[in-house]
């Protein structure tokens, strides 16, 4: 295109230049005229007339005859004779037009017609030009056109690649070598697009694919309208993960949950086409294409096999149960959902490591994930919760009575629901972040209900304070709108969790601090790490696990770990709670190593949190020492 441009203006500048010689040449030639007809006339006036007998008559003759644009005579200096017709253009002025004699004393002046020369003149200037414009265009164009078909040629040899049909070597050289380099650049960003796109779709843990890569597939097979076959949709619950997690560890409880997914892959390989998927903190879901119950037999059956060697080698009561159900196309998600939902619920109270098939909908309302999200959204919407509240005895006059809360809920018949299932349900459903904002809501509300300023509230925070934005944003918009009060506010999140992720654990604890409330880190001591977290973050409060309080008997390095948990957090001015105290033996061995505060069941059991509830120390003191 470029190449055209210049193409183009290369012709619109000859045409110009030949303008302008066009012009000179046309310009001469009249000049030339010009003279000739001053010298044809002058002849003809100074021997056709009579000058020295000079009478008005000679020179009313003269001017028609010789078609004479002005005629003036003077004789002796004295004007005898003046044509009085004043013709002059333009014209005139660039071309000689006139002239003069003199014969005797009789000196004539005279000027020529020159309107058939001038037009003349513009006749060729006009027809020169045009000529000369066209013919510009004309090869303008003929430029355009060889261009076109020229660059068409270079775009069709780069991209077909035949670089050695371009006419230039170094290009030609320099395009190939460009190739080269894209195409491996090109290959490699393919990889790592796949690579961040397997990341994104997987859960770190199991490697399994996540909820999202979950439902995309759901979806994908309910989009099938076409198929007539029926689909299989299968849910194992991990239902000894909460107790692996409190007796032996956190690290116990990851190996579990990987470890059965590495089970229930080997299960479902021989099935083409057949994924798991991590659904939920416990929950493994797969996705059969095209199957029957002899397919969940053969799936289970082999699953089986290792679950109950796995049962025999870590002393468990069981491993898992399983859920399954059909479905077809145009079928509602929710539906199928609940039918797997309902089918994993028959199979818990079936044999062990059991499971269960259901094939038709049920209209139970409490069983199914449909059910599950009626009930939560009525329990957000009616604000069905009551809040009970265990006492943490303080060892120490200087600190200020603190009791963890709790969150209890119920249907609006007043039935009681396990919270633990209640989280899990509104986190598949997620409605997680609105449960645990109208949960603090409340918990504020009772604070300022009972007004009790000398004690503090402990609110534990899920998951969604580290992942949740919104919750955030939330979360610090509220304590900002209660200012006056959230100095009396604890936020207690499990170590676990903060240590997933640093920079989320680290923007939480910023928020909680310059609002005025206190931290708490719960669960606290999982290894040396522990204290690189305690350095970071600088809690108010640090909760011992209680798998160590209750391994001091067994394990003297629990208690020098916990002496020097002590030592540093006092220089910090952080408090030590031990939780988790279960009887006076480890009451004793905890009081004997200066710890701050002490909560268990030994202390105080949880009980309902009232209105008008007397929340004076005395009276948790003695309801701690009565229960000891």
Request: hydrophobic share 40%.
């Given at each position: 295109?470029?190449?055209?441009?210049?193409?183009?203006?290369?012709?619109?500048?000859?045409?110009?230049?030949?303008?302008?010689?066009?012009?000179?040449?046309?310009?001469?030639?009249?000049?030339?005229?010009?003279?000739?007809?001053?010298?044809?006339?002058?002849?003809?006036?100074?021997?056709?007339?009579?000058?020295?007998?000079?009478?008005?008559?000679?020179?009313?003759?003269?001017?028609?005859?010789?078609?004479?644009?002005?005629?003036?005579?003077?004789?002796?200096?004295?004007?005898?004779?003046?044509?009085?017709?004043?013709?002059?253009?333009?014209?005139?002025?660039?071309?000689?037009?006139?002239?003069?004699?003199?014969?005797?004393?009789?000196?004539?002046?005279?000027?020529?017609?020159?309107?058939?020369?001038?037009?003349?003149?513009?006749?060729?200037?006009?027809?020169?030009?045009?000529?000369?414009?066209?013919?510009?265009?004309?090869?303008?164009?003929?430029?355009?056109?060889?261009?076109?078909?020229?660059?068409?040629?270079?775009?069709?040899?780069?991209?077909?690649?035949?670089?050695?049909?371009?006419?230039?070597?170094?290009?030609?050289?320099?395009?190939?070598?460009?190739?080269?380099?894209?195409?491996?650049?090109?290959?490699?960003?393919?990889?790592?697009?796949?690579?961040?796109?397997?990341?994104?779709?997987?859960?770190?843990?199991?490697?399994?694919?996540?909820?999202?890569?979950?439902?995309?597939?759901?979806?994908?097979?309910?989009?099938?309208?076409?198929?007539?076959?029926?689909?299989?949709?299968?849910?194992?619950?991990?239902?000894?993960?909460?107790?692996?997690?409190?007796?032996?560890?956190?690290?116990?409880?990851?190996?579990?949950?990987?470890?059965?997914?590495?089970?229930?892959?080997?299960?479902?390989?021989?099935?083409?086409?057949?994924?798991?998927?991590?659904?939920?903190?416990?929950?493994?879901?797969?996705?059969?294409?095209?199957?029957?119950?002899?397919?969940?037999?053969?799936?289970?059956?082999?699953?089986?096999?290792?679950?109950?060697?796995?049962?025999?080698?870590?002393?468990?009561?069981?491993?898992?149960?399983?859920?399954?159900?059909?479905?077809?196309?145009?079928?509602?998600?929710?539906?199928?959902?609940?039918?797997?939902?309902?089918?994993?619920?028959?199979?818990?109270?079936?044999?062990?490591?059991?499971?269960?098939?259901?094939?038709?909908?049920?209209?139970?309302?409490?069983?199914?994930?449909?059910?599950?999200?009626?009930?939560?959204?009525e329990i957000i919407d009616h604000r069905s919760i009551s809040l009970y509240y265990q006492p943490i005895k303080s060892m120490n006059i200087s600190i200020k009575p603190y009791v963890e809360i709790y969150a209890h809920f119920t249907t609006e018949a007043g039935e009681k629901l396990s919270t633990e299932i209640v989280l899990a349900a509104a986190q598949?459903?997620?409605?997680?972040?609105?449960?645990?904002?109208?949960?603090?809501?409340?918990?504020?509300?009772?604070?300022?209900?009972?007004?009790?300023?000398?004690?503090?509230?402990?609110?534990?925070?899920?998951?969604?304070?580290?992942?949740?934005?919104?919750?955030?944003?939330?979360?610090?918009?509220?304590?900002?709108?209660?200012?006056?009060?959230?100095?009396?506010?604890?936020?207690?999140?499990?170590?676990?969790?903060?240590?997933?992720?640093?920079?989320?654990?680290?923007?939480?604890?910023?928020?909680?601090?310059?609002?005025?409330?206190?931290?708490?880190?719960?669960?606290?001591?999982?290894?040396?790490?522990?204290?690189?977290?305690?350095?970071?973050?600088?809690?108010?409060?640090?909760?011992?696990?209680?798998?160590?309080?209750?391994?001091?008997?067994?394990?003297?390095?629990?208690?020098?770990?916990?002496?020097?948990?002590?030592?540093?957090?006092?220089?910090?001015?952080?408090?030590?709670?031990?939780?988790?105290?279960?009887?006076?033996?480890?009451?004793?061995?905890?009081?004997?190593?200066?710890?701050?505060?002490?909560?268990?069941?030994?202390?105080?059991?949880?009980?309902?949190?009232?209105?008008?509830?007397?929340?004076?120390?005395?009276?948790?003191?003695?309801?701690?020492?009565?229960?000891?």
């Open positions: 295109m470029s190449k055209s441009i210049s193409a183009m203006t290369k012709c619109i500048i000859v045409a110009v230049l030949l303008c302008l010689v066009g012009i000179g040449i046309a310009f001469y030639t009249t000049s030339r005229e010009c003279s000739n007809e001053l010298a044809k006339t002058k002849n003809v006036l100074m021997g056709a007339y009579d000058w020295s007998n000079f009478t008005s008559d000679v020179g009313n003759n003269a001017i028609p005859t010789l078609e004479l644009a002005s005629l003036n005579v003077y004789v002796s200096n004295t004007q005898v004779y003046n044509s009085s017709t004043d013709t002059s253009s333009i014209f005139d002025k660039v071309f000689k037009t006139q002239d003069e004699f003199q014969i005797g004393n009789t000196s004539v002046q005279f000027g020529i017609d020159s309107s058939e020369i001038y037009n003349s003149f513009l006749i060729k200037v006009v027809t020169l030009i045009v000529l000369i414009v066209i013919a510009a265009l004309v090869t303008a164009q003929l430029f355009l056109i060889a261009n076109y078909k020229y660059a068409i040629f270079i775009k069709n040899s780069i991209l077909s690649k035949r670089y050695d049909d371009l006419p230039f070597e170094d290009l030609s050289r320099e395009l190939t070598r460009n190739d080269t380099q894209n195409e491996k650049e090109i290959a490699e960003a393919k990889k790592k697009i796949e690579h961040l796109a397997n990341a994104a779709a997987m859960d770190p843990m199991t490697n399994l694919y996540n909820r999202t890569t979950f439902n995309n597939a759901f979806e994908g097979l309910l989009g099938k309208v076409a198929s007539r076959e029926k689909s299989i949709l299968g849910i194992f619950r991990a239902s000894e993960i909460n107790f692996i997690n409190s007796e032996r560890g956190y690290q116990m409880g990851d190996k579990y949950i990987h470890d059965l997914a590495d089970m229930i892959k080997d299960s479902i390989k021989r099935f083409p086409g057949t994924n798991a998927y991590r659904i939920s903190g416990t929950d493994i879901a797969i996705l059969v294409p095209k199957g029957d119950e002899k397919v969940i037999e053969a799936i289970y059956g082999a699953l089986k096999l290792q679950v109950n060697e796995f049962q025999k080698n870590y002393d468990l009561t069981n491993v898992c149960y399983g859920g399954f159900t059909f479905f077809g196309p145009k079928e509602q998600k929710a539906d199928i959902m609940s039918r797997a939902d309902l089918a994993l619920a028959r199979a818990q109270t079936s044999a062990c490591n059991g499971y269960a098939i259901q094939t038709e909908n049920t209209d139970n309302y409490f069983q199914g994930e449909m059910h599950w999200l009626k009930t939560i959204r598949r459903h997620e409605l997680l972040v609105k449960l645990e904002e109208m949960i603090i809501d409340a918990i504020i509300s009772k604070y300022r209900l009972i007004n009790q300023t000398d004690m503090r509230f402990g609110i534990n925070l899920s998951s969604n304070a580290l992942l949740s934005t919104s919750f955030l944003l939330w979360l610090e918009r509220t304590l900002i709108r209660n200012s006056d009060i959230a100095e009396g506010l604890v936020f207690e999140i499990d170590e676990a969790l903060l240590e997933s992720n640093n920079m989320a654990a680290e923007r939480l604890f910023g928020i909680i601090h310059r609002t005025g409330a206190s931290t708490s880190i719960s669960h606290f001591g999982k290894g040396l790490d522990s204290f690189r977290l305690f350095r970071e973050l600088k809690p108010n409060y640090i909760k011992i696990d209680p798998n160590i309080c209750q391994s001091f008997d067994k394990d003297n390095t629990a208690q020098q770990f916990v002496r020097m948990l002590i030592e540093v957090s006092h220089r910090q001015g952080c408090v030590i709670v031990a939780e988790g105290i279960e009887s006076i033996a480890q009451r004793q061995q905890v009081e004997a190593l200066y710890v701050d505060a002490i909560q268990g069941y030994m202390i105080a059991k949880p009980q309902e949190l009232e209105d008008r509830i007397e929340l004076n120390w005395v009276t948790i003191k003695n309801s701690a020492e009565y229960s000891a």
